[in-house]
């Protein structure tokens, strides 16, 4: 009862507060800086031009799911409405990045598109101000985890976190364009909110205030950005409520998606000490302590922030910045359970990440933030597009094989999900990164990422053009040019990243195994200076004049780093880099796979010549490295190694992929994908195998619960729809069959189905023989189980095939068969 009067306390003192403060940096807004770097530009290029189109194409059922809505308040009727928590939310992000475009350039048909939208979001609205389709439509229920009246499942209904998004796509449409159609329906659904969750509406909870916070925290983020753009007070009172009275007011009981660590409800948040749960909501529940707890002057905030900061760099984040390691949960493990192959690292919560990172860093100053911010931005974030635009990690592990639909059902990119918010994060984040390259206070400049661009920022009433000249993050070399209109005196920040010194990226999971460590040198017009460095960034104090030119040369080696012990998934393993770049190995590069590969002793990278690659979609940098492999019949070599930036694999076709590799000869892998000894089989061969799939998961022993191949390795004959097909399995002797069981993919809304039919033959003597069942057995095709028959007689043989006729234009596909022998 303290603990709930306390808070109480806090929430209604709060209600009646004023902003007390801002964060001490302010940073050059991104459609004030020009992109002109060959390594960003042609980003925002494929932004423009495919990603945010492509997105819009892709998030149509969100239209239609907001049309049913808005038809339904006419009066219409409605047939066929689908349910669905969030879909408008991927909609709503698309539309926020589409603003941001926007902003960079004017556009009459995106801005038409949006005015458009805007128009159906307006109309789906209630007039109170409630917004969410399926509860409008009468087709949300519990059954469905969207609570059977409004407001009832606030826990994983989504009705906050979707319009939270929708008020980030509504300010950003504000300030590209001055309409404020979509800003009011946020603030009306923001000022029902508050009546609902806070003061009671007699339509909802018997009128009672629901008091409980959302179980995905983008609402607070989204109030906060509404206070700023309207200046009202009642929306960053909104926010920080919903954080006080978040593991306080409500706490489930349950375990998985259930349990109270899951949406970091296990505690009052400025007392919650490591990250835990659900990785993407846990980074923006921290970006909106960062916001609130600056803008309100509550330092209680903070100290919780730097807890839980360190947590994550020391104990939780993968080397390229990913975080949540865990499926299930799409979350936080224990400490130190940075898993490779099985790594989910959502991309969402990579986003998360930089902002995050980026908001202690405009809170403290301190260059460390922005290190991690990059290391997630350059490797993880970028990773999950491919460099066309239109294909998209979810899931983001360290070594793959080539094969195994890690995800989401596919071995590499996949062209959209069912659960859309990583592209659709994408779409907006991508188009602020240059927001993120300067930063200033009163007397500072913050350089805080290198890239070619120009800006220009005031500094005692002077204009001050800033242009920095770089191939950064290829090159080390950083040029920044100072032009003030006359001189003027304030400091330069020139960021001195984490990887430049004695470990890649900060914390204490992570630390350089090698010793080539080359200074940072600083020049100012061609001399060189030895200048002072706080915080992580290189300081120069001067009066400023017309033409004066500073260069920051960060070498940039070929590192080798190793893990903190702890970490049993790289045990005897190291992984290496380049700059801000985590290297990886693909098995196009590589002659086969990647998990042969190995490091006897450290690398000499000394002689490892850079050298560009170019592609149809774009161009990365490569390095060769001398490596030792094992070889089919397990010996040694001595070889080279092709590496390539983490961020850029899977760009050109399947194929294996390693980060960490052995120091020990046993612990490589000459092919992954080779049957293992312990199966039935010897040998596997079909008439046609997928590209994206492989025949030895039919033996491989790895099965799933469900038929739709998403977690497993399976083989289909995608690519031949509509034709027979046929597998063969073959012994390691002959053997007299007891049963054999397949276990069927099926795609409930996919190009592999069901056969329409199926039979088995035996290999007897050279020659095939259709097998006579047993009399009550038949060849089914159930979903989720095995569909097993038996031979009429005892049947001795050397092999079994498998023949397969399948439905009109579809592909038959097997996740796994069993065969039982007599003994």
């Known amino acids: 009862m303290l603990r709930l009067s306390l808070i109480a306390t806090l929430v209604c003192a709060s209600a009646s507060s004023t902003t007390a403060a801002d964060y001490p940096l302010k940073p050059v807004p991104f459609n004030k800086v020009e992109m002109t770097s060959d390594f960003w530009r042609p980003r925002l290029e494929t932004q423009r031009k495919t990603l945010v189109p492509f997105a819009f194409e892709k998030t149509q059922p969100g239209v239609e799911h907001l049309k049913a809505a808005r038809d339904f308040l006419a009066g219409k009727k409605v047939e066929d409405h689908r349910a669905h928590r969030f879909i408008d939310s991927d909609l709503y992000k698309v539309m926020e990045g589409a603003a941001y475009l926007l902003q960079l350039r004017h556009d009459p048909e995106l801005e038409k598109t949006l005015d458009e939208l805007a128009d159906v979001i307006a109309g789906a609205q209630h007039e109170n101000g409630y917004l969410y389709p399926s509860h409008t439509t009468g087709v949300g229920t519990s059954k469905n985890m969207m609570g059977d009246e409004p407001y009832t499942f606030i826990v994983h209904s989504h009705e906050l976190y979707n319009v939270g998004h929708l008020y980030e796509a509504a300010i950003a449409y504000y300030r590209a364009t001055g309409k404020k159609k979509l800003l009011d329906v946020a603030e009306k659904s923001a000022q029902h909110i508050n009546q609902v969750i806070f003061k009671g509406d007699p339509n909802y909870n018997d009128g009672k205030p629901i008091r409980q916070a959302p179980g995905h925290q ?262 920044v040019a100072i032009d003030p209109e006359k001189p003027t005196k304030f400091r330069l920040q020139l960021r001195v990243p984490t990887w430049t010194q004695e470990r890649f990226v900060p914390g204490e999971l992570y630390r350089y195994a090698d010793s080539k460590f080359t200074p940072v040198t600083v020049s100012i017009n061609g001399k060189h200076i030895n200048a002072p460095i706080e915080k992580g960034f290189a300081q120069i104090e001067r009066e400023w004049q017309s033409g004066d030119r500073v260069v920051l040369t960060l070498p940039m080696p070929i590192r080798v780093t190793e893990c903190h012990p702890a970490v049993e998934a790289n045990t005897h393993r190291i992984a290496l880099t380049r700059g801000p770049f985590v290297l990886c190995a693909e098995g196009v590069d590589n002659g086969g796979a990647t998990q042969r590969f190995f490091f006897s002793k450290l690398p000499d990278t000394t ?27 397990g010996d040694t070599e001595s070889t080279k190694l092709t590496l390539t930036p983490y961020y850029a694999w899977n760009n050109r076709g399947f194929s294996s992929m390693t980060v960490w590799f052995p120091t020990k000869a046993d612990l490589a892998v000459f092919d992954p994908l080779a049957l293992p000894k312990e199966s039935v089989f010897s040998d596997i061969t079909a008439s046609h195998t997928s590209h994206e799939d492989t025949i030895v998961a039919i033996g491989d022993g790895d099965v799933d619960k469900h038929s739709s191949g998403n977690k497993v390795s399976r083989w289909t004959s995608r690519g031949q729809p509509g034709q027979d097909q046929w597998v063969i399995g073959r012994f390691r002797e002959t053997k007299s069959i007891r049963s054999v069981g397949v276990f069927w993919m099926n795609r409930w809304q996919g190009d592999v189905k069901f056969p329409e039919s199926w039979s088995l033959e035996v290999e007897q003597d050279g020659v095939w023989k259709p097998l006579e069942l047993y009399t009550t057995d038949k060849y089914d095709t159930r979903a989720n189980q095995f569909n097993v028959v038996h031979p009429a007689a005892p049947t001795q043989c050397d092999a079994i095939r498998i023949n397969m006729t399948p439905k009109d234009d579809t592909a038959v596909g097997i996740l796994e068969v069993q065969v039982q022998f007599e003994e």
């Open 607 to 633: 002689q490892s010549k850079i050298r560009t690659t170019r592609i149809a979609s774009g161009s990365f940098i490569q390095a060769d490295v001398p490596a030792q492999a094992i070889t089919e019949s």
């Open 218 to 479: 983008e609402m607070e983020l989204a109030l906060v950005k509404l206070h700023r753009v309207t200046g009202k007070q009642l929306y960053l009172d909104m926010a920080r409520k919903l954080l006080e009275i978040r593991g306080v007011t409500y706490v489930p009981d349950g375990e998985g998606v259930m349990s109270p660590t899951y949406a970091q409800q296990h505690a009052p948040v400025t007392e919650q000490k490591e990250a835990v749960g659900h990785a993407v909501r846990a980074t923006y529940l921290y970006s909106a302590m960062a916001d609130v707890g600056t803008l309100t002057g509550e330092p209680a905030y903070g100290k919780a922030l730097d807890r839980i900061w360190g947590n994550v760099t020391n104990t939780r984040m993968h080397i390229t910045g990913g975080l949540g390691a865990v499926h299930g949960i799409e979350g936080f493990g224990p400490q130190y359970e940075l898993p490779n192959a099985d790594a989910f690292n959502e991309t969402c919560a990579a986003v998360g990440n930089v902002l995050f990172n980026y908001r202690m860093f405009l809170l403290h100053k301190d260059a460390k933030y922005l290190d991690v911010a990059e290391v997630a931005l350059l490797n993880n974030v970028l990773a999950a597009v491919n460099l066309d635009g239109n294909r998209f990690f979810y899931v983001n592990p360290l070594d793959a094989d080539g094969k195994y639909p890690f995800n989401h059902g596919t071995a590499g990119r996949a062209p959209w999900f069912g659960t859309a918010c990583c592209p659709s994060n994408m779409a907006r984040l991508l188009p602020q990164v240059p927001g993120m390259t300067y930063a200033h206070d009163e007397n500072n400049l913050y350089v805080t990422f290198f890239a070619e661009s120009q800006t220009f920022v005031e500094f005692n009433g002077t204009r001050v053009g800033v242009e920095q000249k770089t191939a950064y993050p290829n090159d080390g070399e950083i040029s």
